[in-house]
């Protein structure tokens, strides 16, 4: 009697696979048909501010039992493979492959999707700002490490825009060709992960000296060499560069993330859950900061971050980078703006974008 329930069962599901598939395949010509429309007005294929009205569509009509979070990876693969129908999307990241910011970047843009593998965050930019990639993918910051000042170094002076952000948990593991911990002469890593798994290090390897790499993905290749080293890195890491797993979750706090930001020409248009990212920087006279930030409180903005950051120039003087719920195109923001001109030496809108999917 279960045999045939199950029998049963099956045939249904087939009837769904044959139904998905057919209804996959009509959308997939509807993502066609609207590549020759964006084409022939000289629109980009990524948009993310439509895909985020997608998954805001997607929330709305979810009635379970899958979760918002499933049904959204689910449908970031078929929009990946909608947006590859329209014309390739190619994304710069710093590599190599299998580093965090190559899953950040495959977290958003999906397997579909046309990687290139950068040595530096000053190479992504460099990419997409000469035009031979339309998109690039670097760290900002991390929960518990703060920001990546290669990054912010680059966001004051670009021409480009961040036109949307990731977040991104971190979960390092210990990788090697060896079998234990007790063979271990050497680790590697990027100076973030074995800040991140400093704890841990102390405990279990005390006496092992750490030699800084310029990635989590560079120390696992590092370790294919040496037969004597293991590497801080991800799962990821240790399956595409044939290494064992040693210890899992070595990370020292387990809501380490890290936030990365999408780069690119153009702006989003406003979606009613956006953020936008700003830096200004004050006379350098009592009172500056709290005039430039009033207009804030007296349009009811929420910010959401502000860090100072030393200017190279300048010793003892500041810029501010500043995040705030909203988008450039509300009038209130507009205002406020305007309003902060009269107090700064400097303001640089860096980009209004959907916000991401914080854990």
Known sequence: MNKARLKKLREELRKKDREIVRLLNERAELSIQVGKVKNSNGLKVYDPSQEDRVYDHLREINKGPLSNNTLKNIFGEIISSSRALQAPTTVAYLGPEASFSYLAALLHFGKSAEYSSQSSISEVFDEVEKDRIPWGVVPAENSLEGSVKPTLDRLITTPLKIRAEIFLR????????????????????????????????????????????????????????????????????AATYGLKIIAEGIEDNTSNTTRFFVVGRGTNVATGRDKTSMVFGTSHIPGSLYQALEPFAREHLNLTRIESYPMRDKIWEY????????????????ECLTDMEEFTTFVKVLGSYPRGGEP
């Not at 210990?174 to 007790?182: A, D, H």
């Not at 102390?202 to 560079?218: G, N």
């Not at 810029?319 to 507009?334: M, Q, Y």
Request: hydrophobic fraction near 40%.
């Open 170 to 237: 971190i979960s390092h593991c210990l990788v090697s060709t060896l079998e234990g911990m007790e063979e271990v002469k050497r680790v590697y890593s990027h100076p973030q992960a074995v800040a991140q798994c400093q704890g841990w290090l102390k405990k279990h390897l005390p006496h092992v000296p750490i030699v800084e790499l310029e990635s989590t993905a560079a120390a696992a290749r590092k370790v294919q060499e040496d037969r004597e080293g293991a590497a801080i890195g991800s799962n990821l890491a």
């Open 319 to 334: 810029l501010f980078f500043v995040d705030f719920a909203g988008h450039t195109e509300e009038e209130k923001i507009k």
